[in-house]
């Protein structure tokens, strides 16, 4: 997975694709306002990455909201410059974990160019309790995105982290690497 930013307290408005988009738009209207303000991280898979998706902290699994997107736009970051809104025009599953340490998480799964398909393991239906690094489900073929949201407030973002967003670097981020702590 490649961390492709994260950015702390400023997730209302965001420069993603050369375009700002609002967390309303990409997380739906029932949900976005717990999120306004708050932090989050982009994790773009390519397509020579593991194709699964792990739950980002422990907790239950309060409710799952598919959005139908009208494209599979491609999330790779040569298409960066693309003015097409990728995230709130793809395809994606908004699935909100509460958690007792970060709170609500959005954690949001971005079908992309060749991914029409998020499919979901056994344990991610409402009402499950979910651990951090379980296994949630997986992209059928080609790379795709999960982007993580957490309320104002929740998370401190690694220094490393912020530093390479800051340059508009990707950092390579594997399976149970830390990106933050709990603030």
């Given at each position: 997975?490649?961390?492709?930013?994260?950015?702390?307290?400023?997730?209302?408005?965001?420069?993603?694709?050369?375009?700002?988009?609002?967390?309303?738009?990409?997380?739906g209207?029932?949900?976005?306002?717990?999120f306004?303000g708050?932090?989050?991280?982009?994790?773009r898979?390519?397509p020579q990455?593991?194709?699964?998706?792990?739950?980002?902290?422990?907790?239950?699994?309060a409710?799952?909201?598919p959005?139908?997107g009208?494209?599979?736009?491609?999330?790779?970051?040569?298409?960066?410059?693309?003015?097409v809104?990728?995230?709130s025009?793809?395809?994606?599953?908004?699935?909100?974990?509460?958690?007792s340490?970060?709170?609500?998480?959005?954690?949001?799964?971005?079908?992309?160019?060749?991914?029409?398909?998020?499919?979901?393991?056994?344990?991610?239906?409402?009402?499950?309790?979910?651990?951090?690094?379980?296994?949630?489900?997986?992209?059928?073929?080609?790379?795709?995105?999960?982007?993580?949201?957490f309320?104002?407030g929740?998370?401190?973002?690694?220094?490393?982290?912020?530093?390479?967003?800051?340059?508009?670097?990707?950092?390579?981020?594997?399976?149970?690497?830390?990106?933050?702590?709990?603030?």
């Amino acid at each position: 997975m490649h961390g492709n930013g994260c950015c702390n307290g400023r997730a209302q408005e965001l420069w993603i694709k050369s375009k700002k988009f609002s967390l309303q738009r990409l997380l739906g209207d029932s949900v976005w306002k717990d999120f306004e303000g708050g932090s989050l991280v982009i994790s773009r898979l390519a397509p020579q990455d593991y194709h699964r998706f792990h739950s980002p902290v422990d907790g239950c699994v309060a409710s799952i909201s598919p959005i139908m997107g009208k494209q599979f736009w491609t999330v790779n970051p040569l298409a960066i410059n693309s003015p097409v809104p990728v995230f709130s025009e793809n395809i994606r599953r908004v699935n909100i974990i509460e958690s007792s340490v970060f709170g609500k998480v959005a954690f949001v799964c971005v079908g992309a160019t060749m991914v029409g398909s998020i499919v979901y393991t056994d344990i991610m239906k409402e009402g499950s309790k979910v651990n951090k690094g379980a296994d949630l489900g997986s992209y059928k073929f080609g790379g795709s995105t999960c982007i993580t949201v957490f309320q104002k407030g929740r998370i401190t973002f690694d220094a490393d982290l912020l530093e390479s967003t800051s340059k508009q670097l990707e950092t390579l981020v594997k399976m149970g690497t830390s990106l933050g702590v709990a603030s």
